[in-house]
T-cell receptor, first 113, second 113 residues
Framework: DAGVIQSPRHEVTEMGQEVTLRCKPI?????LFWYRQTMMRGLELLIY????????DSGMPEDRFSAKMPNASFSTLKIQPSEPRDSAVYFC???????????FGPGTRLTVT | GEDVEQSLFLSVREGDSSVINCTYT??????LYWYKQEPGAGLQLLTY?????DMKQDQRLTVLLNKKDKHLSLRIADTQTGDSAIYFC?????????????FGKGTHLIIQP
C-alpha cells in the first residue's frame, strides 16, 4: 500500500489567496483526520471524518477553513483567504474502524507570505 | 481540557538507553501512543499501549505506563544515530477511531557520538 498521500508537499502563496490541500487516505480506511503542526502550538486536530461525514470540526480555527470529503478516497482542506499565521505543516491521517493505529501522510508545508 | 506534557530535549550517548517521559491529564485516556518524526517527514507510529496494560515491549522499544500517576515512558535500548528524531506522545479516549489524537509538543532526541 502506498500509505496516506498528500499533495502538494510544499505550497507558497501570498496572503489573500485561496489554498487547497489534498489527501488520499489508505484504501479501506474509514476515518480521515486533518492536523496542523506549528512550533508554537504543536500538533492540533482540525477536523475528522467517518465514512466521508464530518464528525468533529471544533478544531477548525476560523470560517476561512473548510474541509470536504466527497468520496472515500479523497479529501480537501481549503483556506480562503489565506493569512501568514496559517503557515504550518498540515497532516492528513487515516484509520481503520476498530483498529488502533492512525497512519499519517508526509504533510504539506504551507507558507503564506 | 486534555493536556499531554513532554520534555523538549533529551541528549544521550550512542549505545546508551534513552528514556522519554510523558504525562497526561485526561483520566479517560484509553490508548496511548508514541510517534517518531524525522526532519521534514510525517509521523511514524512506533507503538501504542492500552490503559489496562503496564508494559509493552517491541524489540528495542519498551513502553511503561503508570496509570495512577498518568505517566508514560518510552525506553529505546542501544540508542543509534538513526534514532535521532522528535518523539511524540499522544492519547486517545477511543483508539477505535471515535476521536482524534491529542499530542504532546514532542521530545527532540539528540544522539552524542
Amino acid at each position: 500500500d502506498a500509505g496516506v498521500i498528500q499533495s502538494p508537499r510544499h505550497e507558497v502563496t501570498e496572503m489573500g489567496q485561496e489554498v487547497t490541500l489534498r489527501c488520499k487516505p489508505i484504501s479501506g480506511h474509514d476515518y480521515l483526520f486533518w492536523y496542523r503542526q506549528t512550533m508554537m502550538r504543536g500538533l492540533e486536530l482540525l477536523i475528522y471524518f467517518n465514512n466521508n461525514v464530518p464528525i468533529d470540526d471544533s478544531g477548525m480555527p476560523e470560517d476561512r477553513f473548510s474541509a470536504k470529503m466527497p468520496n472515500a478516497s479523497f479529501s480537501t482542506l481549503k483556506i480562503q483567504p489565506s493569512e501568514p499565521r496559517d503557515s504550518a505543516v498540515y497532516f492528513c491521517a487515516s484509520q481503520l474502524a476498530g483498529a488502533y493505529e492512525q497512519y499519517f501522510g508526509p504533510g504539506t508545508r504551507l507558507t503564506v507570505t | 481540557g486534555e493536556d499531554v506534557e513532554q520534555s523538549l530535549f533529551l541528549s544521550v550517548r550512542e549505545g546508551d538507553s534513552s528514556v522519554i517521559n510523558c504525562t497526561y491529564t485526561d483520566s479517560s485516556s484509553t490508548y496511548l501512543y508514541w510517534y517518531k518524526q524525522e526532519p521534514g517527514a510525517g509521523l511514524q507510529l512506533l507503538t501504542y499501549i492500552f490503559s489496562n496494560m503496564d508494559m509493552k515491549q517491541d524489540q528495542r522499544l519498551t513502553v511503561l505506563l503508570n496509570k495512577k500517576d498518568k505517566h508514560l515512558s518510552l525506553r529505546i535500548a542501544d540508542t543509534q544515530t538513526g534514532d535521532s528524531a522528535i518523539y511524540f506522545c499522544a492519547e486517545s479516549d477511543s483508539g477505535g477511531g471515535a476521536d482524534g489524537l491529542t499530542f504532546g509538543k514532542g521530545t527532540h532526541l539528540i544522539i552524542q557520538p
